[in-house]
DNA sequence: CTCCCGATAT
DNA sequence: ATATCAGGAG
């Protein structure tokens, strides 16, 4: 029943919560457009390797032009510690270039728009929405995301689109954008894909999926 | 579906 | 050695 998985799935955002009570975005950043370049750089990558990039990247890049004007080499490597940079750099370089173009160098605030950018998925773009705009006009689905989701038993699908389906109407709304930050938080410290911590897990009760205790 | 990819934990 | 990390494009 749809009505039993939403008080279940309530349950599990409310432990989540007491669990991770400063649950948010990990990645530095002091604008909407470095939290983006931030964003596209975290694709596959660990934000803490972002965090080892971005400070010197955005003392040597300061502003939106300066990315568009990046030579593409060296922007290469500038990022290149945090992997698949050859695709992220083009990314950075021509969203920069597209938001000059086409946005006169304001990120949009609305998901339609901000996917138009090249290098910036439903993913990214959600990312940016909800952290910098504080609009959710869906949840984010991560990694994290994804594989806790299906172990929750809160969606039996692997694309990442019905998950997201699944997911908005399994969770309220206001807590759309927690939601995504409380399962990553929860996704390193204890239900790690290489080796979930069912032992100390605060969902161990409620999840279909658990080694019990 | 495949490719892109370095750092890290196991 | 290998799986995994706030994915996106062709």
């Known amino acids: 029943m749809i009505k039993d ?21 990990s990645l530095k950043f002091k604008s909407a457009h470095q939290l983006l370049v931030s964003t596209i750089l975290s694709a596959q990558t660990t934000d803490e390797a972002v965090n080892k990039v971005t400070p010197g990247l955005f003392k040597k890049y300061k502003s939106i032009e300066d990315f568009a004007a990046a030579d593409i080499s060296e922007l290469e490597k500038d990022i290149a510690t945090v992997g698949l940079f050859r695709n992220k750099a083009k990314g950075i370089k021509l969203t920069s270039v597209e938001l000059l173009h086409r946005y006169g160098g304001v990120v949009p605030d609305s998901l339609d728009e901000i996917i138009t950018l090249p290098g910036v998925g439903r993913k990214t773009g959600s990312v940016v929405l909800g952290t910098w705009f504080g609009k959710a006009e869906g949840i984010v689905v991560d990694t994290h995301v994804k594989r806790i989701s299906r172990l929750l038993g809160l969606t ?27 399962i990553i938080d929860h996704g390193r410290a204890v239900c790690i894909a290489r080796r979930p911590r069912c032992d100390s897990c605060v969902l161990n009760r409620l999840c279909p999926s658990a080694e019990r205790i």
């Open 156 to 182: 039996e699908h692997t694309d990442a689109d019905k998950i997201e389906q699944d997911l908005m109407k399994l969770v309220v709304k206001t807590d759309w954008i927690i939601f995504t930050h409380l």
């Open 5 to 25: 998985k939403k008080r279940r799935t309530a349950r599990i955002v409310a432990l989540l919560k007491k669990e991770y009570p400063d649950s948010g975005c």
